[in-house]
């Protein structure tokens, strides 16, 4: 992995550095915010401090708005990022945990079904969208037409719904990361989007501790309560999960660069996938279709101890891989009081967790590393 910052994000950088006053959260968040959603298709979005910030503001406020209780029920995903069910049990909910699919590693069905059956009185569905694959947001509202659907975009920024709009607009609400290594960086950052008004006014106020002031409901407040010093009214309990200003200068010039990125992320994946094809006894070949937008190059070795050989031969070569993100999740030992909600002998997750290994992918991979990676394949 590799910061991607540019020359001309530097010079942005500097010379707001130099020029400028206002370092904390002000006009250059509204502007990037503003910038994002349009780019999205959205009505509101929220520059906050991180990917998991966001999940945990968005989780936060939804609670709220919506009345959820503690012990609630929210469905997640066995492999995602930590702090995608992180924020669920922090928030007093209970995660209901489902195998995944191998086709674009969100839910099975099959196993969803399972659960619709067994709970139906789930209230929110948190999917991740994971490594880029557009997540069967449609089948999962028919499986729980009751349930909220929220949406981790954190490694998925413009990949798209069947109709072509991009996933994260039309929702309740999308997180994105802006950590480096995922599509865009701000070096440390992530997005909230909604088209809920409600929902982002709340948000608004908890990112900056809950202050009345941060509400376009500000004035209502004010004559709600004429005895509390209006610049520090806090009608909601809060956090500071602000950015800043630097972040948003960075992000805005990122931003004009981000379908770009994709775009040469989707072209790297499809040599990828055309590599791979060759060596079909080893791996599941993944599909390739427009809606992606790619994270990384995922590896499902059918074999477990070619996928340990296959280890070994990447750091012999000083080649980055990591696990499929979280793995089977209820492997860890925070998660080891919880178990996934199937009858199912055979978990995907255990498979992806034993026989899954990713490369990084980003606008700096081409063709020089495909062929490295032709030349390690080559010697299996
Ligand atoms: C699916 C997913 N959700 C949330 C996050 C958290 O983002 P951040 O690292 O910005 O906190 C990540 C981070 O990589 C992620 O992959």
């Known amino acids: 992995m590799k910061d991607n910052l540019t020359l001309s994000d530097r010079v942005k950088m500097a010379s707001f550095c130099l020029f400028s006053n206002r370092f904390t959260n002000g006009p250059k968040v509204k502007q990037f915010e503003s910038k994002w959603s ?41 492999n995602t990022w930590v702090t995608n069910v992180g924020p669920v049990i922090q928030l007093g909910l209970t995660p209901i945990f489902c195998d995944i699919n191998l086709n674009n590693f969100s839910f099975c069905e099959e196993n969803l079904k399972y659960i619709a059956d067994k709970h139906p009185d789930i209230k929110l569905i948190f999917i991740t969208h994971l490594i880029g694959y557009p997540a069967n947001r449609d089948k999962y509202s028919e499986l729980f037409p009751k349930a909220l659907l929220l949406d981790d975009v954190c490694e998925s920024h ?4 069947p109709d072509g709009s991009k996933i994260g607009s039309n929702s309740l609400g999308a997180t994105f990361s802006f950590y480096f290594g995922h599509h865009i960086s701000t070096i440390e950052g992530g997005m909230i989007s909604t088209d809920n008004f409600d929902l982002y006014d709340l948000m608004r106020m908890k990112r900056s501790h809950g ?21 520090f009214m806090f009608v909601t309990d809060g956090y500071n999960f602000r950015n800043n200003e630097l972040g948003a200068v960075l992000g805005m010039s990122q931003l004009k660069r981000l379908d770009k990125y994709i775009e040469i992320r989707n072209q790297n994946y499809l040599k990828f996938i055309n590599l791979i094809k060759n060596y079909s006894d080893y791996f599941i070949v993944p599909d390739y279709n427009d ?43 925070f998660l080891s009081e919880y178990g996934i909600e199937t009858q199912k002998q055979n978990l995907n997750v255990d498979f992806v967790h034993y026989n899954g290994i990713y ?4 606008h700096f991979v081409g063709d020089k590393e495909i062929e490295l990676l032709h030349c390690i394949l080559e010697k299996l």
């Open 38 to 78: 349009k780019w999205l298709g959205s009505k509101y979005s929220l520059y906050v401090s991180s990917g998991s910030t966001a999940n945990y503001l968005l989780l936060s406020s939804v609670k709220e708005l919506y009345g959820l209780k503690d012990g609630d029920k929210v469905l997640v995903p066995s």
């Open 291 to 333: 809606n992606v937008s790619n994270f990384c190059l995922p590896l499902l070795c059918k074999d477990k101890k070619q996928a340990n050989t296959l280890r070994k031969k990447f750091d012999e070569n000083n080649i980055e891989h990591r696990p499929i993100i979280g793995g089977n999740l209820l492997r860890q030992p």
């Open 211 to 231: 202050l009345a002031r941060e509400s376009e409901r500000f004035e209502g407040y004010i004559f709600q309560y004429p005895e509390i010093s209006k610049q």
């Open 359 to 362: 490369l990084g992918n980003n």
């Open 158 to 161: 413009g990949c798209k719904n």
